[in-house]
């Protein structure tokens, strides 16, 4: 079990936060991204914004290379596609 005071823990968290705007971007664009205590504020400021969050380890470590407010790459649309999709998905059922 790993808690919140385990230094190894915290280290090895990361996180990306992706925004797509369909009247402005032409695809989603990493709008934050990083590992650690910066993960810790993205993941904080994520949750208080109440913005739902998924996890995949790989995707994640994808979006890691990309700089931060780059749109991505074609190859990466069908799998952010599957991760938007399924935000609103918990979106629309929160509200129901």
């Given amino acids: 079990m790993t808690t919140a005071h385990d230094p190894q823990a915290n280290a090895s968290k990361k996180a990306v936060a992706l925004q797509y705007n369909?009247?402005?971007d032409a695809a989603p664009r990493v709008v934050a991204a990083g590992r650690g205590a910066v993960a810790?504020?993205?993941?904080?400021?994520a949750e208080g914004a109440g913005v739902p969050l998924?996890?995949?380890k790989a995707l994640v470590e994808t979006l890691l290379a990309f700089e931060v407010?780059?749109?991505i790459p074609s190859e990466l649309y069908n799998v952010v596609a599957e991760v938007l999709a399924f935000v609103q998905f918990l979106d629309k059922k929160?509200?129901?």
Avoid: M, P, S, Y
């Avoid at 810790?40 to 400021?45: H, Y």
């Fill in 94 to 96: 929160e509200r129901d």
């Fill in 69 to 71: 407010g780059k749109e």
């Fill in 22 to 24: 369909v009247e402005r």
């Fill in 54 to 56: 998924h996890e995949d």
């Fill in 40 to 45: 810790d504020k993205i993941l904080d400021a």
